[in-house]
């Protein structure tokens, strides 16, 4: 079969190559997808230069998930058969053919196209997750940084269904904008995430903050939050080190919580797990621009399309195909 493999950690555009393998077979618990569609994702770029937490084992075929039928079912597998369309997060996603473990495939509803079903495994049940660990009740103020991104966008229609009050915080030109949530119309700026914040605050701080950037503007996040509020670190889009005093998170009461969407499956019940997977669903097939794409590529312009995906201010997702 065709697939996208590296054969050390490395920048994606120097170590990625199209090679022809052998496929792969199905454990004990595992089952065979032909795979139609996968996404390009931040945590794609991190596998493939050794820095996330899913550690490569090489020769490894990249990606982390995608959407297609279901081939073979390995030995233990129940409540799956071949032919079913299912959505799935395994490493070896770039490939014709891929395996994964029954825990990690989700059946995808009729109607649901491949383009929004591959991208179902990851954004869309990290914000759900995200959500659900804040716990909040229905008029909470919540923040979302990097929020022209996927999730933050996914989030804040889950947030809009709760009951919550939305609010994105955005890179713009220069400086920052606080947008909010259900309008996106702009209501503070600044040069730094400081100066944006403090446009908002007076009106009233924040009962949970997710941010997957990380970095010196953790410090101006923490000062924004409401004292016991929560900040949910969730990704290392800015990973630089930062010096923080214990007395800036004691006083404030707050949590500081880490996210990984692993972890999160790991200790999920699998009835939140259905109840997940029911309301995300029905969210996508009414909100399919939640999950926008911009361009699609075979595997074999896996460099192109490798490309596409590091545009900053891209309105979507880069697709490999088929
Ligand atoms: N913890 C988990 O399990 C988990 C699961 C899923 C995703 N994530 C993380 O969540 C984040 C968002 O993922 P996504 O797929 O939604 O991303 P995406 O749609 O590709 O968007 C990325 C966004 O991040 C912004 N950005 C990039 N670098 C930045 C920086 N240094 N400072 C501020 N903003 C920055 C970009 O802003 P511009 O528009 O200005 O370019 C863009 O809007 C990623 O970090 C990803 O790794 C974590």
């Known amino acids: 079969m065709q697939a996208v493999i590296f054969e050390q950690p490395g920048n994606a555009e120097a170590v990625l190559a199209v090679r022809d393998i052998l496929s792969p077979v199905p454990g004990r618990g595992q089952v065979l997808v032909r795979v139609a569609a996968r996404p390009i994702q931040p945590a794609d770029f991190l596998f493939i230069e050794g820095r996330y937490r899913i ?17 073979a079912c390995g030995p233990d597998v129940t409540g799956l058969e071949p032919g079913m369309r299912v959505a799935f997060r395994a490493p070896g ?11 990690r495939i989700y059946p995808v509803p009729p109607g649901i196209p491949d383009a929004i079903a591959c991208q179902f495994a990851l954004n869309p049940l990290t914000a759900w997750g995200l959500l659900s660990e804040c716990d909040l009740p229905a008029s909470s103020r919540v923040l979302m940084t990097a ?3 996927v999730v933050a966008r996914l989030l804040a229609k889950l947030a809009q269904r709760k009951g919550l009050s939305a609010t994105l915080l955005v890179r713009d030109g220069a400086g920052y904008a606080v947008l909010e949530g259900d309008t996106e119309l702009t209501i503070a700026s600044g040069k730094s995430v400081d100066e944006a914040l403090q446009g908002i605050v007076d009106k009233g701080r924040f009962h949970a903050i997710l941010d997957p950037v990380g970095g010196p503007n953790t410090l101006a996040l923490i000062d924004a939050l ?21 007395s800036r998170i004691l006083y404030k009461n707050m949590i500081w919580q880490g996210f990984g969407v692993d972890g999160w499956l790991n200790k999920t019940t699998s009835e ?11 969210m996508l097939s009414e909100h399919p621009d939640l999950l926008p794409v911009t361009g699609s590529f075979a595997l074999s312009e ?21």
């Open 302 to 322: 896996v460099r192109e399309a490798i490309r596409a995906a590091r545009e900053t201010h891209r309105p979507g997702k880069v697709l490999l195909v088929d």
């Open 272 to 282: 939140q797990l259905t109840l997940a997977q029911r309301e995300l669903w029905g």
């Open 226 to 246: 409401e004292p016991g509020g929560r900040l949910i670190s969730y990704g290392v889009l800015d990973d630089a080190e930062i010096s923080l005093k214990a």
């Open 93 to 103: 996603a770039w490939a014709e053919f891929a395996v994964a473990p029954t825990s």
């Open 55 to 71: 550690t490569p084992a090489f020769p490894q075929t990249a990606g982390l998930e995608g959407a297609g039928t279901i081939l």
């Open 147 to 149: 929020g022209r991104s």
